[in-house]
């Protein structure tokens, strides 16, 4: 198997013996899946047959898609009181960052908009342009003279642009070399390049999304925008922890630099494996156990221990009454005594543990 970015035919090959979901509802999509790593760009990809990615498309295409809410999770951040966007802070960010303000933006898989909406506080002026493969999202996308909704294929956009988002889209494009030639062609001369992503360093549970087609951490996202002629600078905040946010412009021509080894893929397997195994210590003797979120890591726990996970636990009011994977959403406060609750959040979850001991009953497991 070649590497799907430069070519390469040196790609490790990987094995991924866990439960795999579909990003907007952590539904299991299959029981198992498989990952390469080429050893010249570092890029990690999905690696399952080319009908099975394929299929990926297809879905994004759907009405179905079209109604998955996306863009709906909010955030509490200290610097705001109320529970805020991801656009939102996006917004915030971007308005710092892009002086003056760009006549054009160009969100490329906007989904219905937000962040073009958000934009339009620090930018009225500016025309906002969406585009996403999705031709559903046109009647959720805003209305008005300075928006544009455009679907089917980039190449039919005409730039120049002064500002492109690609806000948690550039793992779902499957020809990244593709993509990276069309925001060239779009991208005024000076213009920048918005992106954030997950770290998947950070969250090795996201290798199990198998309707992503890439996976990054901020070195492979380096290499890749270096391979492809751009250089990105790292936004600095304390608003996305565990995600890769850059501004990324086109660079003067320069040698490239070499290829380092990065190790995400092995010492993401290995996190799941180590938290496998504590899983199954845990789940012995346990009548029933709860988990903490609605997430990715929260559907892997379920993936593992599938019945003896009775219900999840989010504190997040517009979660709680929901059901996830099948199962219940609950507030912590009708915990009781005797219940356990599984925190798969590393370091992060120490945090809520100390807090959540003081507030609600029952016991916590942090893995």
Not at 13 to 37: I, K, M, N, W
Not at 40 to 59: H, K, M, Q, W, Y
Not at 103 to 119: M, N, P, T, Y
Not at 149 to 173: N, R
Request: hydrophobic fraction near 40%.
């Amino acid at each position: 198997m070649d590497c799907p970015v430069c070519g390469a035919p040196e790609v490790q090959l990987a094995e991924v013996p866990y439960t795999c979901f579909r990003h907007q509802d952590f539904a299991t999509v299959r029981p198992s899946g498989r990952l390469g790593q080429c050893r010249r760009c570092r890029l990690v990809f999905n690696a399952l047959p080319g009908p099975e990615i394929d299929r990926n498309t297809s879905v994004f295409r759907s009405e179905e898609y079209s109604r998955s809410r996306q863009t709906g999770h909010r955030l509490k951040v200290a610097e705001f009181d109320e529970p805020v966007t991801r656009s939102f802070l996006q917004a915030e960010l971007l308005a710092d960052l892009v002086r003056p303000g760009p006549a054009r933006v160009l969100d490329i898989g906007c989904f219905d908009g937000q962040l073009l909406r958000e934009l339009a506080r620090s930018w009225p002026a500016a025309e906002r342009h969406g585009f996403d493969v999705n031709p559903h999202l046109a009647s959720l996308f805003p209305a008005g003279e300075n928006y544009r909704f455009h679907a089917g294929e980039l190449e039919e956009v005409e730039g120049p642009f002064d500002l492109i988002c690609l806000s948690h889209s550039l793992c779902y494009v499957k020809d990244l070399g593709r993509l990276v030639d069309q925001t060239r062609r779009l991208l005024k001369p000076g213009g920048a390049i918005f992106i954030q992503l997950p770290d998947t360093s950070l969250n090795p549970y996201s290798l199990l999304l198998c309707d992503q087609y890439s996976y990054f951490s901020a070195p492979i996202l380096s290499l890749l925008l270096d391979h492809f002629g751009f250089q990105g600078e790292p936004v600095e905040n304390g608003w996305f922890p565990r995600e890769i946010v850059s501004l990324a412009r086109v660079a003067r021509p320069r040698e490239a630099p070499a290829a380092e080894p990065d190790l995400m893929l092995d010492r993401g397997l290995d996190h799941l494996a180590r938290v496998s195994h504590g899983l199954g210590r845990l789940g012995r003797g346990e009548e029933g156990l709860a988990v903490l979120g609605t997430t990715v890591n929260a559907a892997f726990v379920d993936g593992v221990l599938a019945e003896q996970v009775r219900f999840f636990v989010d504190e997040n009011p517009g979660k709680v009454g929901t059901a996830f994977r099948g199962k219940p959403v609950v507030h912590p406060s009708r915990l009781k005594v005797s219940d356990l609750v599984v925190l798969p959040y590393g370091q992060s979850g120490l945090r809520i543990k100390e807090r959540w001991e003081r507030q609600y009953l029952g016991r916590f497991e942090c893995l």
